[in-house]
Nanobody
Framework: QVQLVQSGGGSVQAGGSLTLSCAAS?????MCWFRQIPGKERGGVAG??????TAYTDSVKGRFTIYKDTKGSLLLQMNSLKPEDTAIYYC????????????????????WGQGTQVTVAS
């Protein structure tokens, strides 16, 4: 069964760090982290393409890093966390190669993880 299994997340004080992990059952050309707060659309946070190129939403540039570990799991290292980073975070993947702004667009991804809560206290 093709699936994405997330781990990590939790609660932290502002300025702290957390790491999210997403284990995939197979290789995907495009992977991304999204986040969603109640009443708002799911928005792209950080994407990793087949070519290793990354894309970040402006609000997390310089603070978040997306990468794969040696086991092929997708990670999101989140530093200098702010209360506005509080959300449910989702891992997403697709077998297609996505380019440019596609890498942060939810409709372009067809497989999703279960979501994990990140809470940043002020």
């Amino acid at each position: 069964q093709v699936q994405l299994v997330q781990s990590g997340g939790g609660s932290v004080q502002a300025g702290g760090s957390l790491t999210l992990s997403c284990a995939a059952s197979e290789h995907f050309e495009s992977m991304c982290w999204f986040r969603q707060i109640p009443g708002k659309e799911r928005g792209g946070v950080a994407g990793l393409g087949y070519d290793g190129r990354t894309a970040y939403t402006d609000s997390v540039k310089g603070r978040f890093t997306i990468y794969k570990d040696t086991k092929g799991s997708l990670l999101l290292q989140m530093n200098s966390l702010k209360p506005e980073d509080t959300a449910i975070y989702y891992c997403a993947a697709d077998r297609l190669r996505l380019f440019g702004t596609q890498r942060l667009r939810a409709p372009d991804y067809h497989l999703w993880g279960q979501g994990t809560q990140v809470t940043v206290a002020s």
